[in-house]
């Protein structure tokens, strides 16, 4: 009986269970210009795991990962009620240190974002201003971070080159080890894929896989089959509400509400 429970708490989901989650959204509201926007948000994000946010155009799913590192406080209008725990902390609490927070919660963007320097510039562009590194602490970090994007194989001998000289898909990948060189607990993605080929959004998936036995991962997608090969947990969004969450087993197999299985069929959602 013992052996039993001792095997069972090796097994790293049982273990996952019992951790608090590393994010906790609890009755967010989101207002911009007193629309509301997102309503009653509750979501917990567990640790090493891939979070996938699905919906349709428009249902807050970009609104809901830009609250979770304070992006959205620079939108005019934005007003929110509720809260967002980070490590069991509020993220909204006085004197909190947003930059500290973005470094702990890093986010890729739908449309990679690579600045006009060379490919091992881009990787050190956040890092560098926090922390004095020598050459060699550059160069260490360079390779891991290009390494656990998947990209070091193609770049290796052209990091001086500029990063907008590679191809969409492989400026993301960079863009995922700029953002990863900051050694975030969680990486926010919002829809990274959706401009990449079939080969270049496979590249990113697998990497997901790899990373998030180190990374806590929020993923923004608008493709279903995507979420359903990378997703560990799916929550489905229609007009700034949660209609449904669970594990991807229980929203693919078992999903309990009529609009989440319409969305599922047929990416339509009558919200
Ligand atoms: N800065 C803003 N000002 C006014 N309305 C906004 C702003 N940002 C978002 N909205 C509105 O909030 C709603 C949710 O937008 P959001 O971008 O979060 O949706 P989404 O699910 O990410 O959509 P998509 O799949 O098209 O990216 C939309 O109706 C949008 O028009
Ligand atoms: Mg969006």
Same mark, same amino acid.
């Given at each position: 009986m013992i052996q039993e429970v001792n095997s069972e708490l090796k097994d790293s989901s049982v273990v996952t269970k019992l951790e608090a989650p590393v994010l906790n959204v609890s009755g967010l509201d989101v207002f911009i210009n007193k629309t509301?926007?997102?309503? !009653?948000i509750n979501l917990q994000v567990p640790r090493n795991q891939i979070t996938c946010i699905i919906g349709p155009s428009g249902s807050g799913k970009s609104t809901l990962i830009r609250s979770i590192n304070r992006i959205n406080d620079d939108v005019l209008g934005y007003e929110k009620q509720g809260d967002i725990h980070f490590q069991n902390a509020s993220i909204f609490k006085k004197n909190i240190d947003v930059a500290s927070l973005r470094k702990n919660i890093g986010m890729v963007f739908q449309k990679p974002c690579v600045f006009p320097k060379s490919i091992a510039e881009n990787v050190l562009f956040g890092i560098q201003h926090s922390k004095k590194l020598s050459k060699i602490e550059k160069a260490e970090i360079v390779e891991k971070q290009l390494k656990a994007a998947a990209l070091w194989d193609e770049v290796s001998q052209r990091l !001086?080159?500029?990063?907008?000289?590679?191809s969409i898909g492989q400026q993301q990948r960079l863009c995922i080890s700029r953002t990863l060189a900051m050694e975030p607990q969680v990486i926010l993605l919002d829809e990274p894929t959706s401009s990449l080929d079939p080969v270049s959004s496979r590249a990113i998936e697998k990497m997901m896989l790899d990373l998030k036995e180190q990374y806590t991962i929020v993923f923004v997608t608008h493709n279903i089959q995507q979420a359903k090969r990378i997703a560990d947990r799916v929550v489905f969004m229609c007009e700034g509400e949660i209609i449904e969450q669970g594990t991807t087993n229980e929203i693919f197999t078992k999903s309990k509400h009529p609009k989440t299985r319409s969305y599922l069929v047929d990416e339509y959602c009558d919200c």
């Open positions: 509301n926007i997102l309503k !009653d !001086d080159q500029r990063g907008s000289s590679l």
